[in-house]
């Protein structure tokens, strides 16, 4: 279990997640004022992975350079592994049946308590259950200010916005299907640390920007 | 007539002492020399012995004649010729082969002891018994031989029996007798050379690098003049013979004792000539082979330069294998270092790592709780219902009424802590990521020496492969300088200029012996040149002005023309020789040491050589000569002349009337 004194912080993270990878609604939430959608706990917490996994994150990124090519992504894959952040960032998930696995209540309980975040949930057409997450208004000024005020947390932003590069706004069952594309990920037993996979990528990004020069 | 000469009497001691002194050496290294070549001194004159024919018998038994196409008659023959001494005696014939030659062939046998000899053939065959008595100064010997008739053998076993017998006054004693005939002539020459005190003639031929001694044979031979001969005495010429028989008959002291000297010294050059010549060569070659010995060495030396050095490399092969067996230990140990210490930064790195990802996450946690404490939760997680914040005192949780938990120093003091563990961890890392780069680098420094090391190994392995070519070099170079060495030592020295040889003491030798007699000799040589021309003249020859008869030649003028014995015609060759045989018996007696033995035995000349008419002449000529030297014997053969009839009568001469034979 991480350790659940870091509330605040995954609170935070998982807001910058929410708050990035939300839709605007048709129009904004009755009830709870909410002009903002984040579709999917599975989607959260396929994206929370990547952002909790630096070295996976930098994987699919180097995945989506070579399809699509962008000299930003090599660069952001470059400064994941300049900063260390494989070792100084990975905050780990445990692995469970849907894959990458977190407790988030109290995290959640966090935002919603200050009226930055609602979980809803859903019936969708399939009539499974789904839950979502109303991202209310006061949270992007929020996350405005605690940048401003916190520098530190500018990391938790920017991560999420490139995490969201590589999530797109795809379903949580497709992004857990990439991720389960991985090996390591896929053969972490239950109830384990989800391993990293830090040198591995490090020996490719050192390949194709070798194979770049 | 000259004076008599006088004579140096030069005893054999001082002789050998003046070619010590002079030779600059010792007495007993002269005499060494003397004996090395067997030089007898002779250096008194021993006196003169006679030799006279008393008589001559043959018996025998004639076969197979032929006269005039017609065979004869076997028919035994008995011929006797006693009652001989000085004088002239004649054996005359109207016919040729009537026995002259073959009768004074038998006494020339009889002298020389050998048989046949000069005899025919046939008249040896039919000889059964032959006789000549002669006298050696008044003493009676025979020779006696005997076998049977028909046979020509004188080879023990074959009947051939020679004896020879002494008159001891009393009765005969036998000197030797034998069967072989060879051992006979032997005898006969030992016997004559002693009685006479003759010594061989010794010459050295340097063709054939023999020496060669005239003895008897050839002296005895001297006595017998048969027409026409090279040599004015005796047979040949060959060795200088003729004047050395000269020299010996008329009498010259240390002739002897110089002829073998000369022929020593002419032995000793050649030889010392060839010794030298052979040192030379053998020098030479062996020069030549040392050269291409050394040429050899040096290749086999810049070969050898050109290997490697197989000693050191196999020490430091040696060496290598030591070090590297030293050092692998410290390798195995460096590894297993660097393994742990590979664990240990490992771990330490995680350590790190977990403490720098705390330490972020707590500061991430303090900020985001700051900017969280910010907001004051405004409905219930939980329920979400409203919570009134105005019925909590502030700084109380709206939600559950407890005061607040502040951002304490306790955080600050927590991540302070968390830092100086970070910190911590981090030099622990460090410090075992530098002492684990040193020990790796220190593996791979010394995994590298011993790889070097390795190739080092490796690299003399494969240099030592060629090994054996070097241990051949070195094989062969032994061979070589060993060679090198054995040749050297092997070459002849180099003759030393002032070596005390034989050579320089026989030179000295002769030089001294010459002294000994030089001047009696000229003298002597002079009166037989007297002598030989006025026999000369009295048998014959014409215009005579000069004879000079030299140790190495015969000087003759003849006609105011200067000429040699060699270019006479026959017939003056024939009355010199028999006038030097005559001039030597006068000559002999002049000096008084002369050893002519007082016999000269002429046999009839061919009709090229000279006319009966001329020999008759010769033969009256020689007469009054016989009368003169009254203790001299002729003996001639001659065809009968009137001329010989008249001077020669009675028991002087045997004469064989024409038709019939002396025997």
């Known amino acids: 279990m991480v350790e659940t004194g870091f509330k605040h912080r995954d609170a935070l993270r998982l807001l910058f997640i929410l708050q990035a990878g939300s839709s605007v609604l048709a129009s904004p939430d009755p009830r709870t004022g909410a002009a903002r959608i984040f579709e999917g706990e599975k989607r959260l917490f396929a994206i929370d992975f990547w ?163 | 007539m000259m004076d008599r000469p006088t004579f140096k009497n030069v005893a054999a001691s001082d002789w050998k002492r003046q070619i010590a002194e002079r030779a600059m050496t010792t007495v007993d290294e002269v005499d060494a020399v003397l004996m090395r070549h067997a030089i007898e001194v002779q250096s008194v004159a021993p006196h003169r012995r006679r030799i006279t024919f008393s008589s001559l018998s043959a018996r025998g038994h004639k076969s197979g004649l032929i006269v005039a196409g017609v065979a004869q008659a076997d028919a035994d023959f008995d011929f006797e010729w006693t009652g001989l001494g000085p004088g002239l005696w004649v054996l005359a014939s109207d016919d040729n082969s009537a026995g002259k030659s073959s009768l004074l062939k038998i006494l020339r046998s009889a002298v020389r002891g050998s048989f046949p000899g000069t005899m025919k053939g046939d008249v040896w065959r039919w000889t059964a018994n032959i006789q000549v008595e002669f006298n050696l100064d008044g003493v009676r010997h025979r020779v006696i031989v005997a076998k049977p008739a028909g046979s020509k053998a004188t080879s023990s076993g074959s009947g051939f029996m020679a004896s020879l017998v002494r008159w001891s006054g009393a009765d005969w004693s036998v000197l030797y007798t034998g069967e072989e005939g060879q051992s006979f002539e032997a005898a006969m020459s030992d016997f004559f050379m002693q009685e006479l005190g003759f010594e061989k003639f010794h010459a050295y031929q340097k063709g054939t690098d023999t020496r060669k001694t005239h003895g008897w044979a050839s002296m005895g031979s001297a006595l017998f003049i048969t027409g026409s001969s090279p040599a004015l005495f005796g047979e040949e010429t060959m060795d200088g013979l003729s004047t050395r028989l000269i020299q010996l008959f008329i009498g010259l002291p240390w002739v002897t004792t110089q002829s073998a000297i000369r022929s020593s010294l002419a032995q000793a050059q050649a030889q010392t000539e060839r010794a030298g010549q052979s040192d030379r060569s053998v020098r030479e070659a062996i020069a030549v082979e040392i050269r291409k010995l050394e040429e050899r060495r040096g290749q086999l030396i810049e070969e050898k330069s050109s290997l490697p050095d197989y000693s050191s490399l196999r020490r430091a092969q040696q060496d290598d294998d030591r070090l590297a067996a030293s050092l692998v230990p410290k390798l195995i140990e460096l590894r297993r270092r660097v393994a742990e210490l590979e664990a240990e930064h490992a771990a330490a790195k995680v350590d790190h790592d977990e403490r720098r990802n705390l330490l972020r996450q707590c500061r991430d946690e303090v900020a985001a709780g700051r900017v969280f404490r910010r907001l004051r939760p405004s409905t219930c997680p939980s329920c979400d219902a409203d919570v009134q914040a105005a019925r909590h005192d502030p700084g109380n949780c709206p939600l559950c009424g407890l005061a607040e938990e502040k951002e304490t120093a306790g955080a600050e003091a927590r991540i302070a802590h968390m830092q100086a563990e970070e910190h911590e961890a981090k030099e622990a890392m460090q410090t075992l990521s530098a002492e684990l780069s040193a020990t790796i680098s220190k593996r791979d420094a010394l995994a590298q020496q011993i790889e070097e090391i390795g190739q080092r190994v490796d690299a003399a392995n494969r240099s030592l492969e060629g090994d054996d070519r070097g241990g051949a070099i070195e094989r062969e170079l032994e061979q070589v300088s060993g060679g090198i060495s054995a040749l050297s030592a092997a070459a002849p020295a180099e003759p030393k200029a002032d070596g005390r040889t034989d050579v320089t003491i026989l030179k000295v030798a002769e030089a001294v012996t010459e002294g000994c007699y030089k001047e009696a000799q000229e003298k002597i040589l002079k009166q037989f040149s007297v002598e030989l021309k006025r026999f000369a003249e009295r048998i014959g020859v014409k215009n005579l002005q000069d004879v000079d008869v030299r140790t190495n030649k015969i000087g003759i003028v003849q006609g105011a023309t200067p000429t040699t014995f060699g270019n006479l015609n026959p017939g003056e060759k024939l009355r010199f020789r028999i006038a030097a045989a005559l001039a030597a018996v006068a000559t002999a007696k002049w000096s008084g040491i002369g050893r002519h033995p007082g016999l000269v035995v002429i046999d009839s000349p061919a009709s090229e050589e000279m006319s009966s008419e001329d020999f008759a002449a010769v033969v009256t000529g020689l007469k009054s000569l016989a009368e003169e030297e009254a203790d001299v014997q002729i003996i001639v053969g001659a065809v009968m002349r009137a001329e010989i009839s008249a001077a020669i009568s009675g028991d002087n001469l045997r004469y064989a009337p024409k038709g019939s034979v002396l025997f």
């Open chain 1, 51 to 213: 952002v909790r996994y630096p070295d996976y994150l930098a994987d699919e990124l180097l995945d989506f350079y070579e399809a699509k090519g962008g000299g930003d992504l090599l660069a952001a894959v470059d400064s994941i592994f300049d900063s260390e952040e494989p070792s100084v960032r990975t905050v780990k998930m445990l692995r469970w049946k849907r894959g990458a696995y977190d407790l988030i209540e109290d995290a959640l309980s966090v935002l919603s308590s200050r009226q930055l975040v609602v979980a809803v949930e859903k019936i969708l057409p399939t009539g499974i259950r789904q839950h979502d997450f109303l991202v209310l208004p006061a949270a992007k000024a929020f996350l405005d200010e605690a940048v401003a005020d916190q520098p530190i947390l500018a990391w938790y932003r920017d991560r999420a916005a490139l995490a969201m590069r590589v999530a797109e706004f795809k379903s949580g069952t497709v992004l857990k299907d990439t991720q389960y594309e991985d090996e390591e990920y896929k053969n972490t037993p239950f109830l384990a640390y989800i391993p990293g996979i830090a040198p591995r990528v490090r020996e490719r990004l050192l390949r194709i920007k070798s194979k770049a020069a």
